[in-house]
Structure formats: structure tokens, C-alpha cells
């Protein structure tokens, strides 16, 4: 997983400023999932992207998160409006392509976010 | 909608033992089911994958297995370290074609030397 990068490390915001968080998949990886790990919580899984696609953000809280992923660039994880809930890990998976059973998913280190 | 399930959430044992983490899920329709294994502070690291036509998968200490009729696997570590104490996470990649994980909240192992 070291291939996976994630910035920033550590990041904090007060209530309503907004949060970026930036994934690059592993070299030749075109596809990305990004999971929340809330305190005490196991990873929840918030949306799916392939390049220029969002394929699945069932995920996703209704307001003020938004994803993407570029043609050239990391994968964004955007929070808006931020407040004292959206405090948590959230980590970005690499995978090489869809629909193999035996590929798996690389996780990045991760983007602790804290909510002042 | 699959859920997946993890006991215990924390264990402790003295080095040497061997020990056994066990994960429930609730559909039985799963693609793989992945074993990782999560240090404090930092991400996550792929311990095994077994298919979903696969009943067990081994790597050095830790063997897995899966049992997809009655919706559990095992993860078995034979003779424990300290350097095992993490936390392991179970993950079962479902039913969808998206390919998204669906863990389980963990097991906290602690090794004492």
C-alpha cells in the first residue's frame, strides 16, 4: 500500500470551513474508492470514481461532500461546510480494474481529519 | 443489505498462543472476503483474500478460511507475537459489481510478550 498516496496526513478545520482531501492511486491504477472510519467505527465506504466517472456514491452523505477524479491529477475528497461529525479517518483505495474477484484493493495511510 | 460482523472486538493473549478472530456476514452472495490488518495511526494492509469458491487461504501464520453457506470465516494465527498486536478487520466485497468493501468493525488483538 505504500504506492498509495494520501495528503494531508493530518488535517484541521473549525465548523464551517471546508476540507480537501487529495488521493493518488498506485501507478497505473485508473480506479478509486474512498472509505470514513468514524471513531470507534469500521470503515464505511462512501464512493466509487474511475477517471472523469463517479460509478457509485451510495455512499455519500446527501450534502455538502463531493468527490472527483480528474483526467490529470489525485482524486479529491471534498467537505464543505465542515462540522464536528465529519471528524474522522477517511482513506483512499487504488485498484487496478473492476470486475476481477481476485484483485484487491490498496489502501492509502490515510487523512485524519479533526473538526475544531 | 449485507452487514458484516466481527467478535471479539478486543483480545489479549501471552505470546506463543494460538488464536482464532471470527466474521459473520449476512448475504452469503460475496465475491471475496478479505482479511486486513490495521496499526494504529496508519492504513490498511491486505493480510489474505480467499474467493468466493475458495474455502481456506494460507500465508506463513495465518490461515483463513470461509464457510459462504453459513455466512463466516475464520482467521487463525498460530503461535503469536508481539509484533501481531493490531487491529484485524474483516472485509467482504459483495454482491455489486463496483467492486466496494463492506467491513466489519475490527478485533483489537494485543500479543503480551
Known amino acids: 500500500n505504500a504506492g498509495v498516496m494520501q495528503n494531508p496526513r493530518h488535517l484541521v478545520r473549525r465548523r464551517g470551513q471546508e476540507a480537501r482531501l487529495r488521493c493518488s492511486p498506485m501507478?497505473?491504477?485508473?480506479?478509486v474508492y474512498w472509505y470514513r472510519q468514524l471513531p470507534e467505527e469500521g470503515l464505511k465506504f462512501m464512493v466509487y470514481l474511475q477517471k472523469e466517472n463517479i460509478i457509485d456514491e451510495s455512499g455519500m452523505p446527501k450534502e455538502r461532500f463531493s468527490a472527483e477524479f480528474p483526467k490529470e491529477g489525485p482524486s479529491i475528497l471534498r467537505i464543505q461546510q465542515v462540522v464536528r461529525g465529519d471528524s474522522a479517518a477517511y482513506f483512499c483505495a487504488s485498484f487496478p480494474r473492476s470486475g476481477e474477484s481476485t484483485d484487491t484493493q490498496y489502501f492509502g495511510p490515510g487523512t485524519r481529519l479533526t473538526v475544531l | 443489505k449485507q452487514e458484516v460482523t466481527q467478535i471479539p472486538a478486543a483480545l489479549s493473549v501471552p505470546e506463543g498462543e494460538n488464536l482464532v478472530l471470527n466474521c459473520s456476514f449476512t448475504?452469503?452472495?460475496?465475491?471475496?472476503l478479505q482479511w486486513f490488518r490495521q496499526d494504529p495511526g496508519k492504513g490498511l494492509t491486505s493480510l489474505l483474500l480467499i474467493q468466493s469458491s475458495q474455502r481456506e487461504q494460507t500465508s506463513g501464520r495465518l490461515n483463513a478460511s470461509l464457510d459462504k453457506s453459513s455466512g463466516r470465516s475464520t482467521l487463525y494465527i498460530a503461535a503469536s507475537q508481539p509484533g501481531d498486536s493490531a487491529t484485524y478487520l474483516c472485509a467482504v466485497r459483495g454482491s455489486s459489481n463496483t467492486g466496494k468493501l463492506i467491513f466489519g468493525q475490527g478485533t483489537t488483538l494485543q500479543v503480551k510478550p
Open positions: 448475504d452469503s452472495a460475496i465475491y471475496n
Open positions: 501507478k497505473g491504477h485508473s480506479h
